[in-house]
């Protein structure tokens, strides 16, 4: 190799004598800010509509029901639904089912939309709401998949109708008839045909078969039963007992508390269910020939056209079909849930026992109920002047 000239020597040495002194760049600091955390991907398909009504639901605050449910009910959905989602709930109680209607009427007429939910009989829902096309389905506002399953639902069916209009949520077994527990032995009735004793006429409550709501229960029950024609003879002997028609709920298990009647015929289970838990000497029956099972006052629609909260209105519903909001439901309305999911303890004797007749509600079943109303006008007429 050929010797370098001194002063290209000098040069290359101080070049690599400054290379090696100079200083070298720090490696990046790492510190817990700058550790990479884990993006949460964004939420798609149905958990992200939900997120959104509920969003917009929080930011309306307040949810609009016109209901029969009672005020334990009332007390208990709100409540949790508050606590859950942070909104409101305003109840409007209606006493009777058949009052709701003309009640709706009057607003729309007057260009006014104050409800949000229905909750009522699903007789007057079906038979007068439906006609009067006052209903929107439901169907469509379903996002959450435990409320969409069918198989969490008595008899594999959420909607009651085929236009998927009405939500049974309650499914109580019921006889429809019921006693004064210091007035009437254990065992001392077990038929409906032991009503026709002459030793009870005149201590007998009746709630109004002439109307939707449980005296038309009753009578629907027994034509399921005996049949249409059985039931029509039933009735003209029973008339005879001279029943004391009442159409307040309050007034006919008061009556029956007080013994100012011994038995009680059209019994509304909540109703009735509330006095018992307060101590009261009533009780419903079971009888021989069986029951129903029914939702009545427990059952739940949507008013057509323009909602007053519609995004709340979207998460009640969603939510009171879950297993949580039906067992907050089944609570306070004190009627076991349509959910084949939620407890039925403490409702024993609203559940029908091994071999028990059960005659189902379903649309046919209710358009009978629609159909059986003149026939009890007819024969009770002498009784409601």
Not at 118 to 134: D, F, N, R, S, Y
Not at 167 to 191: A, H, M, P, Q, W
Not at 256 to 265: D, T
Request: hydrophobic content about 40%; aromatic content about 8%.
């Amino acid at each position: 190799m050929k010797h370098l000239h001194p002063v290209v020597a000098i040069v290359i040495l101080l070049v690599t004598v400054l290379a090696a002194c100079a200083p070298r760049e720090a490696a990046p600091a790492t510190s817990p800010q700058s550790v990479a955390v884990p993006v949460k991907p964004a939420r798609t398909g149905w958990e992200a509509d939900w997120e959104s009504v509920v969003a917009a639901a929080r930011k309306e605050g307040v949810l609009s029901i016109y209901d029969q449910w009672g005020p334990q009910a009332r007390i208990e959905l709100n409540k949790a639904f508050k606590d859950k989602f942070g909104i409101d709930i305003e109840f409007t109680s209606v006493g009777k089912s058949s009052e709701l209607v003309p009640k709706l009427d009057r607003e729309r007429r007057a260009g006014l939309y104050l409800a949000d939910v229905l909750g009522a009989g699903i007789v007057t829902i079906l038979t007068e709401m439906k006609p009067a096309g006052i209903l929107a389905p439901i169907e469509s506002m379903l996002i959450l998949p435990d409320a969409k399953d069918t198989r969490n639902w008595t008899g594999g069916r959420i909607f009651v109708d085929a236009g998927k209009l009405a939500v049974g949520l309650s499914s109580d077994f019921n006889s429809y008839v019921g006693r004064n527990t210091e007035l009437v032995k254990d065992g001392e009735i077990k038929s409906y045909y032991d009503f026709l004793e002459p030793k009870w006429k005149g201590k007998i409550v009746l709630a109004d078969p002439t109307v939707t709501g449980s005296g038309n229960g009753w009578v629907f029950t027994m034509a399921g039963l005996l049949g249409v024609d059985k039931t029509k003879d039933y009735l003209r002997q029973f008339v005879k007992q001279d029943p004391a028609i009442v159409r307040d709920l309050r007034l006919q298990v008061e009556g029956l508390a007080r013994g100012k009647y011994a038995l009680y015929a059209g019994v509304h289970a909540p109703t009735m269910n509330e006095f018992k838990n307060m101590g009261a000497p009533v009780d419903k029956l079971r009888v021989k020939e069986g029951g129903s099972g029914s939702a009545g006052s427990g059952s739940i629609a949507m008013p057509a056209g323009q909602l007053p909260h519609p995004n709340a209105a979207r998460v009640f519903i969603n939510w009171l079909l879950t297993k949580e909001g039906q067992t907050v439901f089944s609570k306070g309305y004190l009627r076991p849930s349509a959910r084949l999911d939620v407890s039925t303890a403490g409702f024993e004797d609203s559940v029908p026992l091994a071999g028990e007749k059960v005659v189902v509600e379903d649309e046919d079943g209710i358009k009978l109920k629609g159909e059986l109303l003149p026939v009890a006008r007819e024969i009770f007429a002498p009784l409601m002047k």
